[in-house]
């Protein structure tokens, strides 16, 4: 009876190691299964689909604390060796949560758009890659959509190699009745716009720069400040620096009384004799026969064009050489390519040159009329 008692238990033993090898066979071959012994979770296989290399948008001068949870997260490290090799992570899920197979884009912004660096095999919604970073940028993972997952991109990465992201901003100022308003534009170097905050500070009379008020760049990446001047005022913005960003501080915008003020012209027939202009000379794009555009970069010292006041004048020296009076202003979306043709933005019969100059993301251009035979008003003395 003893035997027989042994063998029913050896039995039993053998159905129970049986079943869990059934169950541990069926988990293995079932995709389904979770792996932690939670809730099921489906794993979605995507197909490949490149994300578009494509004009940049808004960055924020810091990360955000409260950021909104994505289906697709990037990770790396903040600060790493120039050179080095540097691991970057992906998460990805569905926007009901599950974990998602297949390719997604890291890219970095070159200029002002997202250039694709390398793809990110991801498998069960964890993937990595990496790559060598050779200085301080802005990265983010992309995926172009297909028919299992909507296209989406994760939140930007600043990745700091030995040295912070470079940044400008410009100052102009304009004088009206109630005071002074100075318009602050903040940008990468390649041009896309920042979000932050950054201090206004004026300086009159030869005293010391003083602070004047804080202010927060909009998606545009610019910025409104009021202040009151009574005499002839200079007005800077300056950044104290990040974790994203070095400190940076603008030209000086002037709030002039009633003074006329000199731009010197030159000729230009590419970008490359755009981007070799001295500081505050213009020159006039050739290239260019729907109208006269006399053009230059903001952050050499040519951002007040943007706040000429309308119905003041301005001297142009060496091509065109004359007094012209501001006759109005058109402040368009977009710079560069994005503008399309310069017909676009001609002033026809209404002005005899227009100034073109960016403002953040955007671009200004300010029409001008040869004043034929006029003087400025008096109040309006010519320096």
Request: aromatic share 4%.
């Given at each position: 009876m003893k035997?027989?008692?042994?063998?029913?238990?050896?039995?039993?033993?053998?159905?129970?190691?049986?079943?869990?090898?059934?169950?541990?066979?069926?988990?293995?071959?079932?995709?389904?299964?979770?792996?932690?012994?939670?809730?099921?979770?489906?794993i979605v296989q995507v197909a490949a689909s490149p994300a578009p290399e494509q004009v940049a948008g808004a960055v924020a001068a810091e990360p955000p604390a409260d950021a909104e949870a994505l289906p697709l997260t990037l990770t790396a490290p903040a600060d790493v060796r120039p050179g080095g090799s540097v691991t970057f992570g992906a998460s990805w899920v569905t926007a009901g949560g599950d974990p998602v197979s297949g390719e997604v884009d890291l890219q970095r912004i070159e200029g002002n758009s997202w250039a694709t660096v390398t793809t990110v095999p991801v498998e069960s919604g964890r993937g990595e890659v990496e790559v060598q970073v050779q200085s301080s940028g802005i990265y983010r993972l992309a995926y172009g959509g297909g028919p299992e997952v909507e296209a989406v991109a994760s939140h930007e990465v600043v990745v700091t190699a030995g040295t912070p992201l470079v940044s400008r901003i410009t100052a102009t100022a304009e004088k009206s009745d109630d005071g002074v308003g100075v318009t602050a534009a903040w940008t990468t170097e390649g041009g896309v716009p920042i979000v932050g905050d950054i201090g206004l500070e004026q300086q009159s009379d030869g005293e010391e720069w003083a602070p004047v008020s804080a202010v927060t760049t909009t998606g545009e990446g610019t910025a409104v400040a009021e202040a009151t001047a009574e005499h002839t005022t200079r007005f800077r913005f300056s950044y104290a620096g990040g974790s994203r960003f070095g400190a940076v501080v603008s030209e000086e915008a002037i709030a002039l009384g009633d003074d006329v003020r000199t731009i010197p012209v030159e000729t230009c027939d590419d970008d490359v004799d755009i981007d070799n202009l001295g500081r505050g000379v213009g020159c006039h794009y050739t290239p260019v026969e729907s109208g006269t555009f006399v053009v230059a970069h903001d952050y050499l010292g040519n951002s007040w064009w943007n706040s000429i006041p309308t119905g003041t004048f301005v001297q142009l020296e060496g091509e065109f050489t004359g007094l012209y009076e501001v006759v109005d202003r058109v402040i368009a979306q977009g710079r560069g390519s994005a503008l399309g043709s310069a017909s676009n933005w001609t002033c026809g019969d209404d002005c005899d040159i227009v100034l073109q100059t960016c403002q953040g993301s955007n671009t200004g251009f300010t029409w001008l009329r040869k004043a034929e035979g006029e003087e400025p008003p008096a109040e309006q003395p010519q320096t």
């Open positions: 035997y027989r008692v042994a063998a029913v238990a050896g039995v039993l033993v053998l159905l129970v190691a049986a079943v869990f090898a059934i169950l541990e066979t069926t988990n293995g071959d079932d995709p389904t299964a979770s792996g932690d012994g939670g809730a099921d979770a489906t």
